[in-house]
């Protein structure tokens, strides 16, 4: 069966740091490019983190370059996203995913799986 399963996120202060992992079943996720996309409220999902398949290209949204990274560790099917440096506008729910190709296109609708979302919230 092919799934995404996600873990990290909860509550954190303004400044502080989370890590979310999101763990690949059924299929490798070296062969995809990978994702990680937030929804808060009342707002569309939007695409924080993309990288290709190669690894080669990764894109940040302005709203979390310098303080997110991403990364994948394809002996154990996981990708990671370490956040630094937390705002109170980085509350929403996170989610990964995977799709086929090599783009790093940061568009949701060209994913194809998805994790089952973890919720962040920074406040103090």
């Known amino acids: 069966q092919v799934q995404l399963v996600q873990s990290g996120g909860g509550l954190a202060q303004p400044g502080e740091f989370l890590r979310l992992s999101c763990a690949a079943s059924?299929?490798?996720?070296?062969?995809?490019?990978i994702g990680w996309f937030r929804q808060a409220p009342g707002k569309e999902r939007e695409g924080i983190s993309c990288?290709?398949?190669?690894?080669?290209?990764?894109y940040y949204a302005d709203s979390v370059k310098g303080r997110f990274t991403v990364s994948r560790d394809n002996a154990e099917n996981t990708i990671y996203l370490q956040m630094n440096s937390l705002k109170p506008e980085d509350t929403a729910l996170y989610y990964c995913?995977?799709?086929?190709?090599?783009?790093?296109?940061?568009?949701?609708?060209?994913?194809?799986?998805w994790g089952q979302g973890a919720q962040v919230t920074v406040s103090s």
């Open positions: 995913a995977a799709k086929n190709g090599n783009s790093w296109y940061c568009a949701a609708d060209e994913f194809d799986y």
């Open positions: 059924g299929f490798s996720l070296g062969t995809y490019a």
């Open positions: 990288v290709s398949r190669s690894g080669t290209n990764t």
